[in-house]
């Protein structure tokens, strides 16, 4: 199949590292508008628009098969109670006392750093009654 035939084949040549090395279509469609790629200019590639384009750019680019080794071989054996530990030391800044389990979804913090003379501080329920 020569050039004519199939477009798209020299763009996934000239794009291949970015292509082999994306995450997803979005990154290289993320590529393709910061090189100035248009919807129109995706038409000569016969895609609607440069997100089609991009996901056929992502299909057809090979990659690496992932290694899943078989099962795990960990020495670890689950114990009562383990899902009551923290996974990992907590983060400077974290929120003391946070612990993973996996039937409560965690609660987000929201930490402000607000200027002295900024005024006070009103929650969002005595927003809402002004």
């Known amino acids: 199949m020569n050039a004519s035939a199939d477009p798209v084949r020299g763009l996934l040549h000239q794009l291949h590292d970015l292509?082999?090395?994306?995450?997803?279509?979005?990154e290289i469609a993320a590529a393709l508008e910061a090189r100035g790629l248009t919807d129109r200019a995706?038409?000569?590639?016969?895609?609607?628009d440069v997100f089609s384009l991009a996901e056929e750019l992502y299909a057809r680019?090979?990659?690496?098969?992932?290694?899943?080794?078989g099962p795990c071989t960990s020495d670890h054996t689950a114990r009562p109670g383990d899902a009551d530990r923290p996974v990992a030391p907590p983060a400077p800044g974290a929120a003391a006392g946070a612990r993973a389990r996996p039937s409560e979804?965690?609660?987000?913090?929201v930490l402000l750093e607000l200027p002295a003379d900024a005024g006070p501080v009103r929650s969002a329920p005595e927003l809402e009654r002004e």
């Not at 995706?42 to 609607?48: P, S």
């Not at 979804?105 to 913090?109: D, G, I, L």
Request: aromatic share 4%; proline share 17%.
């Open 19 to 26: 292509c082999a090395h994306a995450v997803d279509p979005l």
């Open 42 to 48: 995706a038409a000569r590639f016969r895609h609607r």
């Open 61 to 69: 680019t090979p990659r690496p098969a992932l290694n899943t080794g």
């Open 105 to 109: 979804p965690a609660e987000p913090t």
